[in-house]
Every structure is written in C-alpha cells, then in structure tokens.
C-alpha cells in the first residue's frame, strides 16, 4: 500500500471585518495593524499599544494616515506648550537656562511618549469611523472594501513625505549656513580697527626684525624747524636769554650802546647781583623739537587712536605729567589714525623708567629702540 500524499490545509476564508481592515489601512504595514487591531476586538477596546513611527515620526505619521484633526491637536498642543515655558518661565519666573532646558526636554519626551503609545489606538478609532461611513453607504462588502481603498494611504503619498522632509531638511541647512556667514562677515566688517592696530603698532620688535628692518625714529614724520640764532646781549654782564617757539618771529636786535655807568644804590640799601629769570617751561612745539633733536634715541609708544580728541587728551596727559609727547598721523585701510609717541631717551633704563610712570597714569606703554 503506499502512503497516502498529504493535503494541504485549506485556508480559512478572511472575515468581513478583516477584509474592511486592510482595505482601509492600504499596502504599508498592513499585516502588523491588522494583528494589533484583532487584539483590540476581542478585548473590546483599544489599550497603549507602542508604535514607533507615531512616536519618532508624529506628524509625518499622522499626515500619512490622514489623521488631520489629531495633527492639527498635536502641533498646536506641543507648539503652544514650548512657547508657554519659554516665555513664562524667561520673563516671568525668571528660570535659569538649565531649568528651561529641562522642561523643554521633558515636554519633547512627552511629545513623543504620548502618541507612541497612543497611536494605534487613535488610528484604530479613526478607521472603525470610516468603516461605519462606507458600508452604510454601500450595498455589497466588496463594493464598502472598493471605497476603502481608494481612501487609504498609498506608497506614493509615503515617498511624496519622504521627498518634502528631505527637501525642508535642506532648505533648513541652506538657511543655518547662510545665516551663520553672514553673522561672520558682519562681525568682521565692524571690527573695531582701534583694538588691533594699537597691538601691530605698539609691539615690541624682536631682535631679528629689528635687524632686517629698524625701527623708525621718533620724528620720523615730523619735519623739524629751525632754530633762529639768538642776538648777541650787549654790555660785558652775559644775559640769558630764552628761546623763542618755533611759530614765533624773533625779535629784532637793538643796536648796541654805549657802556653806563651803573646808577649809586640809595642809601640804608645793599646792592645785590641781578639773577637770572628761571627757564621757560617746555611748550608742545619745544617738546615736539626735543623729540627731533635725537633721532637715535629710545623712545615709547602709547598708543594709536581712531579718534583724533582721545589721542590729543592723551598728549596733554603726558604733557602735563612732564613727559615730550608728540601726534603723528598714520594711513589706515580704516581710515587716518593718530599715533601718540613720547621721547626720545638717552638709554634703555630712562625709557623703561618713564614708561612705567606711563603705565601708573592708566595708559599703555611700549619702549622701541632705533
């Protein structure tokens, strides 16, 4: 006798009820609703069941499975929620941004949480709606499945999500980078020039550079004037006489006279030898002499102003405080800047000595050596 071959059991014919189903949800992930959804029946109701493109993707999600009134909930919920706690919590509770930053992320995982574990059973609610509505209005099970189907979420409106996302992806980045450049660029076009010139100007040079290009003197810029020479004084006792400013006309020698003889003092008075007037003090234009008279001197530089008022504030500072302070102009991509020196020194240590009196009147000093 030989075996009887066996028979494949037949399979059950799909209930009515399964057959709405899958005309509803469409072709994507059809088979896994449908296992969740017969849970639901023979429970009779919908319990937290986790669905994770409801929870990572919500929107997306829900736009896909034309849940239109659930997204709109959804975005104004989570929108409204986020700029609740950062105005409340910024201007009038006064939060500390850690504490901000926490309830923002507890609100994030809550928005995520929340639909994850909820979304099929929304989902579920909304199909048993359509399912009513179509075979009320249909004659035949088929004819309710037809209209079903031409309702249901397709593949195409899946990739028609996936190419928006991609591109508001990209238009996102576009904008972030092009923002950030032109943060940038305006950050350098207002740069300050006053903060980095007075760095390139004021440093130190190193021995090497001194080398290959020395450092230009003081008065580099400023063309010295002349000093007239001054008229003999007449008579056999020498006068002293004091040098005019370099704006000024020396006046003109008065012809010489014959010598007198000195009147007799009055009585009860006991003559006393003549003494000399006191030097005058050095005027800015003397000052600005002194500095050209050695070129080869040490020297100090306090500083490069954009502002012209700053830098002739600074010089009368220095001026006052007995120091030959002298401007000088300097071309700038900028703009014309004044530069303000103070000089020159016949040695190191004098230089070093004055630029540290320099520094205790709150300006800056730099010592440079020809």
């Not at 919908?46 to 999600?61: D, F, H, I, V, Y």
């Not at 007037?277 to 100090?300: C, E, F, N, S």
Request: net charge neutral.
């Amino acid at each position: 006798m030989t075996a009887a071959t066996p028979q494949p059991a037949a399979t059950e014919p799909e209930s009515a009820t399964t057959a709405l189903y899958r005309a509803a949800l469409g072709p994507v992930n059809t088979d896994r609703y449908l296992d969740v959804f017969a849970r639901f029946d023979e429970a009779g109701r919908a319990s937290p069941a986790w669905n994770a493109a409801a929870g990572w993707l919500t929107l997306n999600w829900m736009v896909f499975r034309q849940l239109w009134g659930a997204a709109l909930v959804y975005l104004v919920c989570a929108g409204g929620l986020a700029v609740l706690v950062v105005g409340l919590g910024r201007h009038v509770l006064q939060w500390p941004q850690s504490v901000e930053w926490g309830v923002l992320g507890a609100l994030l995982l809550l928005s995520i949480a929340v639909p994850g574990a909820y979304g099929s059973a929304l989902l579920h609610a909304d199909i048993r709606r359509r399912m009513t509505r179509a075979v009320s209005e249909a004659r035949t099970v088929r004819e309710a499945c037809a209209t079903l189907e031409k309702q249901a979420s397709s593949r195409r409106r899946l990739w028609g999500l996936v190419v928006l996302n991609v591109l508001l992806l990209a238009v996102g980045g576009y904008a972030a980078m092009d923002t950030s450049w032109r943060t940038r660029l305006a950050g350098a076009s207002d740069a300050d020039p006053t903060r980095a010139a007075p760095a390139e100007a004021t440093a130190a040079p190193t021995p090497a550079a001194s080398a290959e290009s020395p450092a230009p003197p003081v008065a580099a810029e400023v063309i010295a004037e002349p000093l007239p020479a001054p008229a003999p004084a007449p008579g056999p006792a020498p006068m002293s006489v004091s040098l005019p400013d370099a704006g000024e006309v020396a006046p003109q020698a008065a012809p010489p006279q014959p010598p007198s003889m000195p009147a007799p003092a009055p009585a009860g008075l006991e003559s006393s030898p003549r003494s000399a007037p006191p030097p005058p003090l050095l005027a800015p234009r003397a000052a600005k002499r002194a500095v050209d008279a050695a070129p080869q001197a040490h020297g100090i530089n306090v500083g490069l102003f954009a502002d012209r008022t700053n830098a002739e504030r600074a010089q009368s500072l220095l001026i006052e405080a007995g120091f030959p302070a002298i401007l000088q102009n300097v071309d700038h991509p900028k703009g014309q800047l004044t530069r303000v020196r103070v000089g020159p020194f016949a040695s190191r240590q004098e230089a070093d000595e004055a630029a540290a009196r320099i520094r205790a009147m709150g300006l800056d000093a730099m010592v440079f050596r020809p």
